[in-house]
């Protein structure tokens, strides 16, 4: 009886987040290093946020890289699961959050998503409204989709990496 409980939940747990955001499906480690190597260089001056961090992946490659990564994950599943497999990356942190609610950290100079369609023009305002909010421009991979309209500094297998440059300092 209680597997199937626990059958349920993880089954709620993983179904409510689509209502948010993409389903947990994660990008592949050859990608993400092809990414930030031929893309954009990642580096110790890079923090690095990806917006539904799922296991971890993007964010323990990043930290590989130097840089400090911060995921924001909604699955608390998946916040517990990256959380352990990335314990021993110092730079690694995973917030359990809703990131449509969520500003991103100050220090972020680099945004990773690999979203569904239906979230690209909304994830295309809240970037413009960060950048308008920092005051400085912030650079944006996106995996799987490109940005309508915009276009991209550079493009890579399934990935584009855009410059939001701020419309007006705030
Ligand atoms: C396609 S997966 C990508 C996982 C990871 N970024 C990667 O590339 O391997 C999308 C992730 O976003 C999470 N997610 C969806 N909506 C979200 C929201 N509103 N806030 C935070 N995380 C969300 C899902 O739980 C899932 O883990």
Do not use: C, H
Request: no cysteine; net charge positive.
């Amino acid at each position: 009886m209680i597997w199937m409980w626990l059958g349920w939940a993880l089954v709620l747990t993983f179904g409510v987040v689509v209502f948010r955001g993409a389903p947990y499906v994660p990008s592949r480690r050859r990608y993400i290093k092809q990414a930030f190597t031929k893309l954009y260089p990642l580096g110790s001056k890079d923090v690095l946020v990806d917006v539904g961090s799922g296991d971890g992946i993007v964010l323990r490659i990043a930290a590989e890289y130097g840089a400090r990564a911060i995921g924001l994950e909604l699955n608390p599943v998946l916040v517990l699961i990256s959380r352990l497999m990335s314990r021993r990356d110092k730079k690694v942190q995973v917030s359990l959050v809703d990131f449509w609610l969520t500003p991103l950290p100050d220090e972020t100079t680099i945004v990773y998503a690999f979203m569904v369609t239906r979230d690209i023009k909304k994830i295309t305002k809240k970037m413009q409204s960060e950048a308008d909010r920092f005051g400085r421009p912030l650079k944006f991979i996106t995996y799987g989709n490109r940005l309508p309209g915009r276009e991209y500094d550079k493009a890579l297998v399934g990935y584009a990496l855009y410059t939001f440059v701020p419309l007006q300092i705030s």
